[in-house]
């Protein structure tokens, strides 16, 4: 979803609501989910919630799914590789 973006549920204090994050999500970005907080003291209505993005990197990977992930590393070039992303772990894990 952090990638192509799309549509996610997020656990608020009054139940889940549905959230659409944007393609190229960082781990990390911040998002304000207005009117989903606490109530506000001596007021009506409820403050703002913020949530983080936590994008998580899967562990084991089957061989197919392997390849497909050198595959798109390779069309990403050498300006992903610098950075310690994904597509860098994938190719030095290779070469072990």
Not at 41 to 46: D, E, P, T, V, W
Not at 60 to 71: G, S
């Amino acid at each position: 979803t952090a990638v192509l973006g799309g549509e996610v549920k997020v656990p608020t204090l009054s139940g889940e609501v549905k959230y659409n994050i944007p393609a190229g999500t960082q781990s990390g970005t911040t998002f304000r989910l207005r009117d989903q907080g606490v109530q506000k003291l001596q007021q009506s209505g409820k403050g703002d919630l913020y949530v983080n993005a936590a994008v998580e990197i899967p562990k084991k990977l089957t061989e197919e799914q392997r390849k497909l992930f050198e595959q798109l590393a390779v069309t990403f070039g050498t300006e992903h590789q610098e950075n310690g992303s994904i597509f860098s772990k994938i190719k030095k894990g290779k070469k072990k």
